[in-house]
């Protein structure tokens, strides 16, 4: 496949033309197909265009379908730049660049993923676009757009293989940072152009988990999510968490249709940062809209702020604003408080379970520490420093919550005779409903401008709420979904629910890119709360036109899976087992040599699911989702064997356990029977 550079001849090797275009060259790509096996690196602010189609929008039916005239198929090796396919990373202030009517395709070589993007933008261009294109079924993520750019992202197809996502936004160079430092140190912006837009796009999930990412982000990353549909999947944005960079820092989600047919999943989480979420329809099997969970509550104690990590948030960590007096205040100087110390009496609880800590004598009074935090202090204990939230208590005994979300050990557990010690955080760094706060930067975080006893210590951050309003769930009205006993955000302070957030004004739509309009000069949201003080008080309990013109070819849909039998939402259940996405069923034939991933489905219900295979437990999968088993048989496996899958719930309820009778076979095995 050749290019034509304004009219000219290809280049010489039809894959690198930095040195024949120059900014606002269009280089066309005609219809045909071809693999690429080495990337296209742009250098400057062109427009990329293809003849691909894609017609129709969100209010369309159907709502959008490609027709592929311009395919590429990526075949480039991950080991290469992480596998990019096209790039365009050195984009300048004056530079704008388009890439349109593209079909970007998974290849034939190659099928590791990458978790960054196919098609990468970058650099400080303020009106980069992508749009009128297909991405389908890529092995990875298929935008990442990263640095400090502002654009919009329309009318394209995503159609996700499992494992997949769409869009990732990085802001890692606001403010000329890096690990998006800068971008944490800057308001919100609610309402202007300072956002990466994501609208009026489609994405399906093609693959068998419950729920893909249509729009992620981290490093300080700003997106505003309207007016898309998406098939079975959500958006995920992470916080601040257990690396050296900065978490999502403000999402806008608006009027988008969510349509999941096939599993309860939820509709979200909030991880870090701001967030307005409004006007949306969620349809079918949604648990609920957003969840504003701030994880770092969950994770070990790792390095407690001092090393390349951030840490958990454990009522000690300086980089949160924790309790230092005995009232519960924040006094800067002042060591974090020690409440309470004891010893649990009780039966050995393991990590990742409801913890239920049991002392001798009574007392404590009910509740009196709902919402503190404890710590495993035992240091010959394995569970040392692994820590909770306290979500309520009786005279003797504390309940934790049992929501565990950490990579790196240890995670809270207790045996009998095992230490702890409580305390309280009143904010964590970078939670939702944080806003701009003192710039940190440096590896280790802020080693590079704090010094001495100010280094490491919480960088007073805004307030800045999420809001929520207008939103649907199968008709019926849905907010913020929450629960106090799983973490210490407060209603009415980090989140308000069905509750516009006042003065707030959305960016004009459709995107000036996209509308041709000029852009118009915006006023940005006011954030309409205060920055909390040191001395915090108590915080209480014009499209390409083609020149061919052959008939739409209809974009591929999946095959939906049968809709379970209804179970009660509290009773833990399996709705669907699988193997490399096709229904394991009895008399399943299994290849010597294959490597097998054996995923159960299972409601909201399911905390964990345990795996056995021939009577011996082989794994036990954790929230969150998807609960997955992998498996390569060898040769000594040929013969018969007996899968059963269990779900659990977090309190220890197990449910109707699914078993499967299958082979192994040396031999390509035959088609799984129908069941």
Known sequence: MNFAVNGGGPDSNGL??????????????????????????????????????ITG??????????????????????????????????????QSVRITGLTLQYGVSVTDFDQTGVLRLA????????????????????????????????HCVFDIRDAGGAINVWHSTWGNQ??????????????????????????????????????????????????????DGTTW???????????????EIYNNAYFSSRTLIKGGECRGGTMLLHDNTYTGQYSGSMEPIPIRLFQSAGGAGTGSTWAGADGTNPWDLNATEPDGTHVDGHAPYTFATGTHIGPNVPSQNTQTV????????????????????????????????????????LTVANLVETDHPPTL????????????????????????????????????????????????????????????????NVDFTHSDARNNLRENVDFYNNTPMPGYTPYVYPHPLVSGVPTPTPTPTATPTPTPTPTATPIPTPTPTPTPTPTPTPTPTATPTATPTATPASTPAISAFTYNGQPFVNGTQLAVGT???????????????????????????????????????????????????????????????????????????TPTPTP
């Open 16 to 53: 690198s033309f930095n040195g024949a275009a120059a900014d606002g060259d269009t280089v066309v790509i005609p219809p045909g197909t071809a693999s690429w096996t080495s990337a296209l690196f742009i250098s400057h602010g062109i427009t990329l265009q293809g003849q691909t189609v």
């Open 595 to 669: 490597k097998y991933t054996f995923v159960a489905e299972a409601n909201t219900a399911t905390w964990k699911v345990e795996f056995v295979r021939d009577g011996q437990v082989v794994v036990t999968a954790f929230q969150p989702p998807p609960f997955s088993y992998t498996w390569t048989p060898s040769a000594s496996g040929v013969g018969n064997h007996t899968f059963v899958v269990t779900p659990i719930s977090s309190s220890g309820v197990r449910g109707t356990p699914v078993t499967v009778t299958c082979s192994v076979v040396s031999a390509t095995p």
């Open 57 to 94: 929008d969100h209010t369309t039916s159907p709502n959008m379908t490609a027709t592929d005239y311009t395919i590429i198929q990526d075949d480039v090796p991950r080991n290469v730049r992480g596998g990019v396919l096209i790039s365009d990373e050195g984009l300048t202030a004056t």
């Open 123 to 154: 650099g400080t261009s303020p009106s980069f676009r992508i749009d009128h294109c297909h991405f389908n079924q890529l092995y990875g993520y298929a935008v990442l757009a990263a640095g400090w750019l502002y654009g919009v992202i329309d």
């Open 237 to 251: 944005p992470h916080g601040t968490e257990d690396a050296i960079y900065r978490g999502i820092r403000a999402a």
């Open 178 to 231: 890096v690990q998006g430092w800068g971008s944490w140190a800057e308001p919100a912006y609610f309402g202007s152009e300072k956002f990466v837009f994501v609208e009026d796009n489609i994405a399906n999930n093609l693959g068998f988990r419950p729920g893909i990412a249509f729009c992620g982000g981290t490093f300080g990353g700003r997106y505003v999510f309207r007016y898309n549909i998406s098939n």
């Open 413 to 476: 557990g207790f045996n009998t005779g095992d230490t702890f010690a409580i305390h309280k955080v009143l904010r964590i760094i970078d939670q939702p409903g944080s806003g701009a706060g003192e710039l940190i930067v440096g590896n280790p975080p802020g080693s590079n401008n704090l010094t001495g006893t100010s280094w490491p210590h919480y960088p007073n951050q805004a307030m800045e709420p999420l809001y929520s309003w207008n939103n649907t769930l199968n008709g019926v």
């Open 358 to 397: 049991t002392v001798s004598g009574n007392p404590w009074t009910p509740n009196q520490w709902a919402g503190y935090t404890i710590t495993n202090t035992n240091s010959a204990s394995q569970y040392y420093r692994g820590h909770g939230y306290i979500s309520s208590n009786t005279t003797n005994t």
